[in-house]
């Protein structure tokens, strides 16, 4: 089994579930693209058992990745405090979005990521109008393109001044929303 822990950095104690990282049957994925915000520089790593790990790096891009990439990585991992810096910044936002999103009659659904999914209650065209709605006030959401998931609006964390502005723009957005079904 292979687990993709991309969000590991940024899920609440306990989400992830504890495998002993010989475990045979299992190769975790990991990367610093998101709680060590490293996307552009493409830094990943595996952990797993030996003979795992092998056969993964017989089919791996075999030019590695740069120096100064490496040098990134290594300097991330040395400043755990920074990391949970942001660990503390990203949780406090998940909640400010999951009250905005519950104050205008949305469900937040449960997150352990850097993002927080709001269920708009409706269809898929309800969320595509909602969606519309923000982006006339200057606000980027994303929306899941496949039902039943398509109801919903994908928000980012972000900084208090973000959360502000989409706290200020999101009723609009489902007033207009809801005057465009009638």
Known sequence: MVLDEAYVDLAPEGTA?????????????????????????????????????AAFDRVRNHFGMGRIAQAGALAALADQD??????????AARDGLARIARDNGLVPLPSATNFVTMDCGADGAF?????AGLIEQGIFVRM???APHDRCIRVSCGTPADLAAFAAALPGALQQAQAGLR
């Open 82 to 91: 920074w990391l949970a810096e942001v660990q503390a910044q990203v949780a």
């Open 144 to 146: 899941p393109f496949v």
């Open 17 to 53: 579930p504890m495998i002993a990282p010989g475990d045979p049957r299992v190769i975790r994925m990991r990367t610093f693209s998101k709680g060590y915000g490293m996307a552009g520089a493409r830094v990943g790593y595996a952990i797993g058992p030996a003979p795992l790990i």
């Open 127 to 131: 969320a595509r109008a909602v969606l």
